[in-house]
């Protein structure tokens, strides 16, 4: 099975700021990953497909790069509407279908 | 506008049965692939099932393997998951999800198992 990590588990970063969330697989899965994001209360909803592919309706300040095994979710000015926990998702070697332990985003 | 709605998820003792539900709309739901995702309270979403689009082949994680049996009705736009022998640890939020990359989710539907 594939292994995600992410990192941090979590942050806590000032409106405006730049915020980086890296995750990791334990193999080579091309840019078989998806970003989603999760508000309390609700359902994952996915940001970024293909790992940098952004979904229609999502700000343009979200942006996702990487490929193989390192990836990167970037939020470039941090909004309050912004706080909620992350996870990456990767699709290229199933089953099982992983994702990544989170990363729970607050601000400061 | 792509639409996904759980049911049946209800209170239950360990080793009971629960049949959960959950209706499509929006898309062509033929010609996609299905999920069950699984989130315990306070814990990161969970892979559970999956189906091919025509239900030729299904997989299951490890923990509910011989379990939970996953099923679709394309007649009716329909995917379900049969859950028996009930443990514990099989308590939260399921949410049904679409496509290879679960693009969509539906708002998931509460399965408590205790005692």
């Known amino acids: 099975d594939i292994q995600m990590t992410q990192s941090p588990s979590s942050l806590s970063a000032s409106v405006g700021d730049r915020v980086t969330i890296t995750c990791r697989a334990s193999q080579d899965i091309r840019n078989d990953l998806g970003w989603f994001q999760q508000k309390p209360g609700k359902a994952p909803q996915r940001l970024i497909s293909a790992a940098s592919t952004l979904q229609s309706g999502v700000p343009s300040r979200f942006s996702g790069s990487g490929s193989g095994t390192e990836f990167t979710l970037t939020i470039s000015r941090l909004q309050p509407e912004d706080v909620a926990t992350y996870y990456c998702?990767?699709?290229?070697?199933?089953?099982?279908?992983?994702f990544g332990p989170g990363t729970k985003v607050e601000i400061k | 506008e792509v639409e996904l709605v759980e049911a049946g998820g209800a209170f239950v003792q360990p080793g009971g049965s629960l049949r959960l539900s959950c209706a499509a709309s929006g898309f062509s739901f033929s010609n996609y692939w299905m999920h069950w995702v699984r989130q315990a309270p306070g814990k990161g979403p969970v892979w559970v099932s999956h189906i091919h689009h025509d239900g030729s082949r299904t997989t299951y994680a490890d923990s509910v393997k011989g379990r939970f049996t996953i099923s679709r009705d394309n007649t009716k736009n329909t995917l379900s998951l049969q859950m028996n022998n009930l443990r514990v640890e099989d308590t939260g939020v399921y949410y049904c999800?679409?496509?290879?990359?679960?693009?969509?989710w539906g708002r998931g539907t509460l399965v408590t198992v205790a005692s």
């Open positions: 999800a679409r496509a290879a990359g679960l693009d969509y």
């Open positions: 998702l990767q699709h290229n070697r199933y089953p099982p279908w992983t």
